[in-house]
């Protein structure tokens, strides 16, 4: 693929040798970009934020399209999951990702892709958690629930990973969990395609056109590893830019995200901790000043949105913020928030809302709240509970939860 930028300049950049070259552990892919000038870079022409959902696809993509027979006929029967012993934590995270329909379609058509064997455990149990939901075409009784189940199988594949062993016999962080979980999966699903497909290089790159000095093209390489459908549903990007304030030169990184993770220690709504994101810092270093801007540059269809609940005090250690952080249904990010200048602001659905009840990370409870899409229902999950509940409790303010990681769905 090979995009072109326009000649729109910004201020001149410094030397670029790892301006943004990253490494990222987690599903989202390290990336580099180097060039041999200081160009002149201004964004990709693409008509609308939508389509940033697209812009680094692969031809892969094409499987999520190919079996209409697995989009949009199948239904979702509510289960509670039976808590063997302070698995709370990943029962409020494995709910979301079954009621969520892009995840859902992705594992069921990968299946049909990917041949079970010693380097798809997890991938495997999954799938076949997915399939204890049963599904019924016909079925149009919003009042039906299923039986709860125990997910042994689930924990038993957890536990042939090393790092995700040790979560299983005790209580944990939800949204650590939930990274571990993306990470595994997409690292079973490399290692698979791998195998199927060995002339397939493990690393791929594109070639830009950048504008440099004099209207002179440049070659940059963006390199990508490990691509595979898990990142393409969850994985963002930030940029950052650094100023000089004495000279003006400026250094631009572009850095992966698996979960927008947002400070709320000044917030009071999800608007205000985005807010706070973005506000321009000064930062020292010896006698040089600089500036530092924070945006969003690309957004991914599936959005997790983590709330930095738990802070480290020096004096009391690891502490909980209970304050009230108001969230919208329906997320519309402004222009501010953004590092590209597009007239239509992506848009996005609340589909889950995980909570954490008590003081700590290593204690307390979780649950969560799941829109059900097939009838447009909330419903609120206890491990085995099941409770009907609304959009206006979803989003009311409770004295015995606290809003820990929000799921919202990219409108098209």
Known sequence: MEITFGSIPLEELSQMERSSSLTFSGICNTKSLTTDEKPEISAPKIKSWANLFNADKTDKVVILQEKESIRRKQRILPRGLINGGNLCYMNSILQPLVFNEAFFEMIKTLSLQISSSSITILFDAILSFLNEFRIDDTRNDDSEFGNPFLPEYVYDALRTVKRLNSLI???????????FLLDELNEEIHRSSQRNNREEEETSGDMWNVVGKRNKVVKARHTEIN?????????????????????????ITVEPFQFLQLDI??????????????RPEVITSGNKSFIKQMR??????????HLKRFIYHPTLGVTKNFDFVAYPETLQFD??????NQLNLPKYKLTSVVYHHGWSTNGGHYTCDVLWKEFNRWLHFDDETILPTDIDNVLKEKQDRNVYILFYEALD
């Open 265 to 278: 220690q000044k917030a009071r709504s999800l608007k205000d901790a985005l807010d706070e994101l973005v």
């Open 227 to 251: 691509k595979s459908l898990v990142t393409q549903l969850f994985c963002g990007k930030y940029r950052s830019d650094i100023t000089d304030k004495k000279s003006n030169k400026k250094t």
């Open 296 to 305: 969003l540059e690309q957004l991914p269809k599936i959005l997790i949105i």
């Open 169 to 179: 016999s005790e209580q944990e962080d939800a949204q650590e969990f939930l990274g």
């Open 335 to 340: 222009a501010k928030h953004l590092s590209l």
